[in-house]
């Protein structure tokens, strides 16, 4: 049976992971992998989460089966913290929230699902988009087609171009979104956008698909919301994929949440047992721990407060980057979109030619888009990868 298999090509993210571990150079700057980085390049476990889990071990009395929708603790939490507290959708039963594997479990399961509600569903995503969003929701089957979203050369959503693509989708069609810090260009929609797309959304009868993985990361945990609660407020149904990985540090614990809204009730019931059915049929259930480090934390007004603080001064020092940066490429061009930008990645509109310069010469480390993940700078790196790139663009 495996004679026939071929050897796929390496993911390019880990060849590039792979050349920058083996570089002897000890001035070498990773800004190619998507994981947060303090000011000393490390990407600590968060205080919050090791208090919690502290708690946890003394406190944790069995480890005994979990049930295919994880912790009912956490997904009420996690509910509030995307939508607010008080949101009707949680209190008059409309919304379903599951806890799963990561976002990407999330993503995945949504697709999944949305593949039970119409097996020939089409679901739009951005050009450009995450990567794995392809073979996520390609993989279960669905239709995929692309809207345009990025303007390459203002590096700014092209919004008309965007808007117009989405006319010809047809009623049921699925829009995913990215909730905030867009990911690989940080090039977010702003409220009047968001408002622009509900009213698009809901005159041509689609289904918003949000993915939210850097909930705090951007402007902040509620302010990056933005657009969630208010296609949750306009909207008979809503699908969203969140992600604990990056706003609580907890990537390889796997932790993430599905939350379906429906119309109604009783259609929210409908909904949530067919999900549940094909989490049983998938993975049966997700990990607990991370799910349950991140519930001891939102339950706890003392750990939620460190929570929240140490998250704040992650997005503070991510926007304090993106302000020098853009400030210190200035000479080299116009790279004010990187201050306007939001989250971790951005890119900087270089050739691939430039990108392999920057890697050979300057041990500067970016995918061939020339993506850079904002947060593997630091003030000591700051000028000098700013001069390789002046010189580079120069
Ligand atoms: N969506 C986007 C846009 C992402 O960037 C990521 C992580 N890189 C995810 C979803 C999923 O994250 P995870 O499965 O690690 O929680």
Redesign the pocket.
Known sequence: MFEQLKTLPQDPILGLMKAFREDPRTDKVDLGV?VYRDEAGQTPIMTAVQAAERRLLGTETTKAYIGPAGAEGFNQLIGQLMLGAGHSALSDGRATVVQTP????A?RMAAEFLKLCRPDTTVWISTPT?A??IPLLGGAGLTIREYPYLDRTTLSVDFDAMISCLEQADSGDVVLL?GCCH?PSGADLDADQWAAITDLIERKGLLPFI?M??QGLGEGLEQDAQGVRLMAERLPEVIV?S????NFGL?RE???ALMLIAATPAQGKAAASQLLSAIRSHYSMPPSHGAAVVELILDSPELAHQWQTELGAMCDRILDLRAAFSKALAPAGDFSFIERQRGMFSFLGITPQQVQILREEFGIYMLDSSRINIAGLSAATLPCVSEAIREVSG
């Open positions: 998507g990561g976002g990407c479990g993503l995450w794995n969003h990215h990911n993915d993985a850097y994929a992600s604990c990985s990056k990537y796997r932790t993430g």
